[in-house]
């Protein structure tokens, strides 16, 4: 089983930047992806950004140019860097690992950006 925790979430002006952790502690096994996804009420959840073992990562349309993702394998820890934060981008976070076993969430950080 994995567990992932979360943290870093918070209340931020528009304009402003935040960064998310999100350590996961188990059993992983073998190549895996962690990633970020977002849901803000009424809408669905999103894909925010996701990062494989190997440092592929893919990023959400809507957070191009602004977030970045990256991870320390060694401490299996995935961060995403949040600059020039718009309120649509208010939303619970949830931090996400796939390995060859299953599809592992977080409990989720809130982020409000504040106009």
């Known amino acids: 089983q994995v567990q992932l925790v979360e943290s870093g979430g918070g209340l931020v002006q528009a304009g402003g930047s935040l960064r998310l952790s999100c350590a996961a502690s188990?059993?992983?096994?073998?190549?895996?992806?962690m990633g970020w996804y977002r849901q803000a009420p009424g809408k669905q959840r999103e894909l925010v950004a996701t990062v494989t073992s190997g440092g592929r990562t893919d990023y959400g349309d809507s957070v191009k140019g602004r977030f970045t993702i990256s991870r320390d394998n060694a401490k299996n820890t995935v961060y995403l860097q949040k600059n020039s934060l718009q309120p649509e981008d208010t939303a619970v976070y949830y931090c996400?690992?796939?390995?060859?076993?299953?599809?592992?969430w977080g409990q989720g950080t809130q982020v409000t950006v504040s106009s």
């Open positions: 996400r690992l796939v390995d060859t076993k299953g599809v592992y």
């Open positions: 188990g059993s992983i096994w073998g190549i895996n992806t």
